[in-house]
């Protein structure tokens, strides 16, 4: 779908789009049922790779859940980590079938690559270096790829160069820019390594967030912290969720087309902007210990970003499932 400029019109139009969209994929999603069992068949003997950040990862939880759950006593797994822990890899020996989950939040390099030490204050970008990560997907059967959250900030620190090289040029750009630029780079990177008659690809699209209460009418200043029901207003969109980052998407994954690469969206996000109650909140691991004054306040330290699970990962999955079935 091509979309000329105009505003607030061109927006109002992919709104629209997003949540036909929506629409179709429940009721695809409602037509193909999850069974563990046909689906590691279809992994026989290969790798479902999901790459990206801690939704991702999450999406990666919720996937292996699902299908643990329909191996008997007698299945042989195992769970490991390698390359300094950002591979994660869960298989099944009688299968030989892994699903595993690679961490790179931005898809190209930066400096919040390692998997845990990865919080730091001025994020910096090497828009044009992938390889570091892409060496670890590249035989990959089924790859599914997100980048969103880590990129919620007006400006973005380029580097031209590499990281500790005295020469190296730093230069802060407007975030959609270089959003566009990273999301190139990967599209040359998978027009070039992909083998067309084996793999798989997938793009997730933005997962909604619910940390502002007064979006669906309640109190200013609160957020998913003890909400219980969904959102029922029809086509309800969250300021958090930005059309134009979906747009680029949009664009990128248009341009492989034409050179004949197919990637397939899958739009989870306004199916996912009804769950403001499906969030951890205050019931998550916290990574330091809470200050008297956080526990005072829980609005300010809930979670309302992630997922709990069981929940709404496991659609998306659903979605992912169908998609891989059907092709």
Known sequence: M???????????????????????????????????????????????????????????????????????????TSMHNTANASLNIWKVKEYNATIEDYWSPLLVESNSDDPVHHRVVERTVRVN?????????????????????????????????????PNGVYKKVEMLRVYEMALRTWSDWLEVHVDRNKTQLFFVSMSPTHERAEEWGAAKGDNCYKETEIITKEGYWGEGSDSKMMQVVENVVEGLKTRGLNVEILNITQLSEYRKEAHPSIYRKQWEPLTQKQIQDPNSYADCIHWCLPGVPDVWNEILYAYIFQQ
């Open 2 to 76: 091509k979309l000329q400029k105009g505003g607030i019109i061109e927006e109002k139009v992919w709104l629209c789009f997003l949540k036909l969209c929506g629409i179709l994929l429940w009721f695809f999603v409602c037509t193909i049922r999850f069974n563990g069992t046909a689906f590691l068949e279809r992994l026989r003997n290969k790798r479902l790779v999901f790459v990206g950040d801690s939704l991702n990862r999450g999406q990666w939880v919720s996937m292996v859940c699902l299908v643990e759950a329909s191996l008997s006593s007698t299945h042989h």
């Open 129 to 165: 270096a992938i390889e570091k990560h892409a060496k670890y997907w590249t035989d990959a059967d089924f790859l599914v790829f997100n980048t969103y959250l880590w990129w919620r900030r007006p400006l973005m620190n380029v580097l031209w160069g590499t990281f500790g090289e």
